[in-house]
């Protein structure tokens, strides 16, 4: 098992910017991919994007395409969210997701078999 904690939510002006921070412990080693997702209240669970944790390479939903950017510090266990220009409809809570199978590149969430408690971001107009 390992064990997400999601920081660095808050509430932001339209157009602004933040950067989520996802820090994992436990048997991180067995990460094959990490994900964003995020649930705005009364809609599903919506997968944002995913980073190949070893070789870094990243996947975007077609909806955050250009305004999102995965990162990710393996010597920190550390997995990022930049969000730039921030609109009202990105207002919902964060989560991060840990898996350790290719199926979860693609958002599946069944894939996931950790997740972290959220953070919650608020844009405001």
């Known amino acids: 098992q390992v064990q997400l904690v999601e920081s660095g939510g808050g509430l932001v002006q339209a157009g602004g910017a933040l950067r989520l921070s996802c820090a994992a412990s436990?048997?991180?080693?067995?990460?094959?991919?990490m994900g964003w997702f995020r649930q705005a209240p009364g809609k599903e669970r919506e997968f944002l994007g995913a980073?190949?944790?070893?070789?870094?390479?990243?996947n975007y939903a077609d909806s955050v395409q250009g305004r999102l950017t995965i990162s990710r510090d393996i010597a920190k266990d550390t997995m990022y969210l930049q969000m730039n220009g921030l609109q009202t409809g990105d207002t919902a809570n964060y989560y991060c997701?840990?898996?350790?199978?290719?199926?979860?590149?693609?958002?599946?969430?069944?894939?996931?078999?950790?997740w972290g408690q959220g953070t919650q971001v608020t844009v405001s107009s």
């Open positions: 997701a840990r898996s350790k199978v290719s199926t979860a590149w693609y958002g599946t969430s069944s894939s996931y078999d950790s």
């Open positions: 980073i190949g944790w070893h070789n870094g390479n990243t």
């Open positions: 436990g048997d991180t080693f067995r990460t094959f991919i």
